[in-house]
């Protein structure tokens, strides 16, 4: 099994949509998260849910992504919408099985116990 498994990244224009998928094996996610990292940059917090379904966003994609999980499937999605070319990154999943989002400390990444390969989303200009 695999502990996180992204799903569908690809190409996009600007001012168009995607949909990531993350899929979770072996346990019971409590936070999920979704961060990327471009070519040349740091990783950087997209967003993040709790088992209870609050959720929370970086600034740069408060408005256009929407982050939510089918907590039956242990699946996570990131709807990306309205996309722009500096969201072009590799993204990846990232979940736990006891650590719940608390504090906001999720955009460091640190809490998160099991992370996916990443996924490719390029948007074009």
């Known amino acids: 099994q695999v502990p996180v498994m992204e799903s569908g990244g690809g190409s996009a224009p600007a001012g168009g949509s995607l949909k990531l998928s993350c899929r979770t094996s072996?346990?019971?996610?409590?936070?999920m998260g979704w961060f990327r990292q471009a070519p040349g940059k740091e990783r950087e917090a997209v967003a993040a849910i709790d088992s209870l379904g609050n959720t929370d966003y970086t600034a740069s994609v408060k408005g256009r992504f929407a982050i939510s999980r089918d907590n039956a499937e242990n699946t996570l999605y990131l709807q990306m919408n309205s996309l722009k070319p500096e969201d072009t990154a590799i993204y990846y999943c990232?979940?736990?099985?006891?650590?719940?989002?608390?504090?906001?400390?999720?955009?460091?990444?640190?809490?998160?116990?099991?992370w996916g390969q990443g996924t490719q989303v390029t948007v074009s200009s």
């Open positions: 990232a979940a736990d099985e006891e650590y719940d989002c608390d504090s906001g400390a999720w955009i460091f990444g640190q809490d998160f116990r099991y």
């Open positions: 072996g346990y019971k996610p409590t936070c």
